[in-house]
């Protein structure tokens, strides 16, 4: 578990931390997620308008598409000051899975091609499902 931001990203300190939210949800978060690991991945706690919330991040990421290094962070888990030690553990675990998942979808192809790729768009999603039909066995 680390507080420390990547490179160039804005993050309060853990004293600014620790006199926004009450000592003792923060506190607890702080050390029990501090048991937690997924090397070589970052479970990172910050606090975000006036909510803590945990991300996996990846500071020595290499791109997928470009081979380029490319830090990343998953998507931000809201905590609540009220969560049990077992809630925030599991909380860190779905958010590992998630990101585990995220990078599978970016990495299998099929046909030499990502179809599952996460960052394809909505929208655009919504375009081709308008003109492809579904895949279906025939009933039997």
């Given at each position: 578990?680390t507080t420390?931001p990547m490179?160039?990203?804005?993050?309060?300190?853990l004293k600014?931390?620790?006199?926004k939210?009450?000592?003792g949800?923060?506190?607890?978060?702080?050390?029990v997620?501090a048991?937690?690991?997924?090397?070589?991945?970052?479970?990172?706690?910050r606090?975000?308008?006036g909510r803590?919330?945990l991300?996996?991040?990846?500071?020595?990421?290499?791109c997928?598409?470009?081979g380029?290094p490319?830090p990343?962070?998953g998507?931000?888990?809201?905590?609540?000051?009220?969560m049990t030690e077992?809630?925030?553990?599991?909380?860190?675990?779905k958010?590992?899975?998630a990101?585990?998942e995220?990078?599978?979808?970016?990495?299998?192809t099929?046909k030499?091609?990502?179809?599952?790729?996460?960052?394809?768009?909505v929208?655009?999603?919504?375009?081709?499902?308008?003109v492809?039909?579904?895949?279906?066995?025939?009933?039997?």
């Amino acid at each position: 578990m680390t507080t420390t931001p990547m490179p160039g990203w804005a993050a309060l300190t853990l004293k600014a931390l620790d006199d926004k939210v009450a000592a003792g949800p923060w506190s607890m978060m702080r050390t029990v997620l501090a048991a937690v690991a997924f090397p070589p991945w970052v479970i990172a706690l910050r606090y975000d308008d006036g909510r803590p919330y945990l991300q996996v991040q990846d500071p020595n990421a290499v791109c997928n598409a470009t081979g380029k290094p490319a830090p990343w962070s998953g998507r931000k888990w809201f905590l609540s000051l009220h969560m049990t030690e077992t809630e925030l553990v599991k909380t860190a675990l779905k958010a590992v899975l998630a990101a585990v998942e995220h990078e599978a979808l970016e990495r299998f192809t099929y046909k030499g091609v990502t179809v599952f790729d996460p960052h394809i768009r909505v929208d655009d999603l919504v375009e081709l499902r308008a003109v492809c039909p579904l895949d279906a066995r025939a009933p039997q």
